[in-house]
C-alpha cells in the first residue's frame, strides 16, 4: 500500500510532467473511484490549468488554478500514469478508472486493479477543513521531538497503531512504521505512553531517515506499486525488518517474528524489541 514515499515518488514524477497542462474533459470509467458525482467533478476541473503538485501525507493534490485541487488517493494498487500522447497496444493501462485528457493532447491516467483508491475534486476551503484533520507531516521542517513526545504520553493505543492513526501523524503506514519501530529499538505493542523520552527520541530519528531514505529509493514495491514511469520503488532491498519473519535479525541473528493485531501484520526482533523493558 503507498504511503509517504509512494506519493512523493509520484508528486516528483508528475511535477515534471503534467505541471501546466490545462483540463479539456475528464472520463470516469468507474464511478466508485470517484467521492462526489461525476457531473460535480467534471464541471469542478474542466477548462483548469494545473498549477502545481503537492502531497499531504500519502494524498496527492493536483493543485488547479482558482484554488481548486484534486485530491487523489492511491488505496491499495493505483498508479497516476502520466502521457505524451494517448497510450497505444501495450502501454494502455490494465485497469484505467479515470482519464484527464489534457488540450495539449497529453493526458493523465489513474489505474487502479483493485479500486481502493479515490479521487475527489474539492474547493480550497473544502480541502482546508480536510487537511485540517490530519497530522503533522513527520518531514516537515517544523516537526519536532517535543509533538511525537506530547502525542504518544497520552494515548494507550499499540505503538504501531499510534503510527498508522493518519489523525496523529500524516502519511505513514505499515511498512515503514515496522521499519522505524525496529531501527528505534522499540516493540510494535509497546502502549504508546510507556515509550521512554529517549525512545521517542530514538524513534523520531528513525521514522524520518527511514522516510527520506525510502523517497531517495523511489519509494518501496512490495507487489503493485509503481512510480510515474511505471517504474518498481528500489527501497524493498533496504527493508530491515518489514516481510522478514523467520529470518534472522541484522542486528543479533535472532530469528524475525510476526505478530497480528488491527488485523495487519507486525515484524519484530525479541530481543532488538524487547516487549518489556527491566527499569
Ligand atoms: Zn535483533
Not at 493501462?93 to 475534486?121: K, N, W
Not at 474539492?122 to 516537526?143: A, K
Amino acid at each position: 500500500m503507498p504511503e509517504l514515499p509512494e506519493a512523493e515518488t509520484i508528486v516528483r514524477g508528475l511535477r515534471t510532467t503534467i505541471v501546466g497542462e490545462s483540463i479539456r474533459r475528464v472520463e470516469v470509467l468507474h464511478l466508485d473511484i470517484l467521492r462526489q458525482t461525476k457531473a460535480i467533478f467534471s464541471k469542478r476541473v474542466r477548462l483548469r490549468r494545473i498549477n502545481g503538485i503537492e502531497r499531504r501525507g500519502k494524498n496527492i493534490l493536483l493543485v488547479l488554478n482558482g484554488g481548486w485541487v484534486i485530491k487523489v488517493n492511491l488505496g491499495m494498487t493505483g498508479r497516476l500514469l502520466p502521457f505524451s500522447r494517448p497510450p497505444r497496444g501495450t502501454e494502455r493501462p490494465s485497469h484505467p478508472a479515470v482519464r484527464i485528457r489534457f488540450l495539449s493532447g497529453a493526458l493523465l491516467v489513474f489505474d487502479d486493479t483493485r479500486r481502493f483508491g479515490s479521487v475527489e475534486a474539492l474547493s480550497g476551503t473544502e480541502w482546508n477543513e480536510w487537511s485540517n484533520l490530519m497530522g503533522p507531516e513527520p518531514l516537515g521542517p517544523t516537526y519536532q521531538v517535543s509533538r511525537l513526545i506530547s502525542g504518544l504520553k497520552s494515548s494507550s493505543s499499540p505503538i504501531r497503531s499510534w503510527l498508522l492513526d493518519q489523525k496523529r501523524i500524516a502519511g505513514v503506514g505499515n511498512i515503514y512504521a515496522n521499519e522505524a519501530l525496529y531501527l528505534a529499538g522499540i516493540h510494535p505493542q509497546r502502549q504508546s505512553r510507556t515509550v521512554t523520552r529517549n525512545e521517542v527520541k530514538a524513534l523520531y530519528r528513525s521514522l524520518r531517515s527511514v522516510l527520506a531514505d525510502a523517497i531517495k529509493a523511489g519509494g518501496t514495491t512490495i507487489q503493485d506499486y509503481r512510480n510515474t514511469d511505471g517504474d518498481k520503488g528500489e527501497y524493498a532491498g533496504q527493508l530491515s525488518i518489514y516481510g522478514r519473519e523467520g529470518k534472522p535479525c541484522y542486528g543479533c541473528n535472532s530469528e524475525v517474528q510476526r505478530v497480528v493485531f488491527s488485523n495487519r501484520s507486525a515484524f519484530y526482533c525479541p530481543s532488538c524489541q524487547p516487549f518489556r523493558r527491566n527499569k
